[in-house]
T-cell receptor, first 114, second 107 residues
Framework: NAGVMQNPRHLVRRRGQEARLRCSPM?????VYWYRQLPEEGLKFMVY????????ESGMPKERFSAEFPKEGPSILRIQQVVRGDSAAYFC????????????FGPGTRLTVL | GIQVEQSPPDLILQEGANSTLRCNFS?????LQWFHQNPWGQLINLFY???GTKQNGRLSATTVATERYSLLYISSSQTTDSGVYFC?????????FGKGTRLHILP
């Protein structure tokens, strides 16, 4: 019974390139959440998605960042024209979306921008 | 918005010692979770505990929702308990994390 899967686990990009992070939720989960963790800090909410819908993107930077969760396939967090400040660990979580709505986390993708 | 504060920020203990980690939250909440982030960065669900007490092996947690705090107890600590412990609560379906307690268990 696979948990939340994320790939790649590590991603290195040069400034100005694009980064694509993928997340496959746990079986039976249709709700996906993305969080960012800067070094030595806690996780900060970015965006909450259901299949083909963005429910809450209040934590997402207004520029360069986008997220989707298509009908088929994984959820994608896309960062265009990366800058050094985007270097962080990006975690995906999934849930059933029903109370108590406990969220389970993937192993994270560590993005390094050179 | 809701604030989640954890104490102490750092804790160094000898193997075998017991510890208590505290989480205070600024508003009434419907749920609370404790996570362990191990030295490899993985987040592990420890407890989902909106109220009451739960135990899992050497770990237990108590949440007193009316007084807006939760406690995580680790007994007979082992070096594998090292890492960062986060408490988190849900607000409008997104989890709000505290800054964590960094625990280092010395052999």
């Amino acid at each position: 019974n696979a948990g939340v899967m994320q790939n790649p686990r590590h991603l290195v990009r040069r400034r100005g390139q694009e980064a694509r992070l993928r997340c496959s939720p746990m079986k039976g989960h249709s709700h996906v959440y993305w969080y960012r963790q800067l070094p030595e800090e806690g996780l900060k909410f970015m965006v909450y998605l259901q299949k083909e819908n963005i429910i809450d993107e209040s934590g997402m930077p207004k520029e360069r960042f986008s997220a989707e969760f298509p009908k088929e396939g994984p959820s994608i967090l896309r960062i265009q024209q990366v800058v050094r400040g985007d270097s962080a660990a990006y975690f995906c979580a999934s849930s059933r979306g029903l109370a108590p709505n406990e969220q389970f986390f993937g192993p994270g993708t560590r993005l390094t921008v050179l | 918005g809701i604030q989640v504060e954890q104490s102490p920020p750092d804790l160094i203990l000898q193997e075998g010692a017991n510890s208590t980690l505290r989480c205070n939250f600024s508003d009434s909440v419907n749920n609370l979770q404790w996570f362990h982030q191990n030295p490899w960065g993985q987040l592990i669900n420890l407890f989902y505990i909106p109220s009451g007490t739960k135990q899992n092996g050497r770990l237990s947690a108590t949440t007193v929702a009316t007084e807006r705090y939760s406690l995580l107890y680790i007994s007979s600590s082992q070096t594998t308990d090292s890492g960062v412990y986060f408490c988190a609560t849900n607000r409008d379906d997104k989890i709000i994390f505290g800054k964590g307690t960094r625990l280092h268990i010395l052999p």
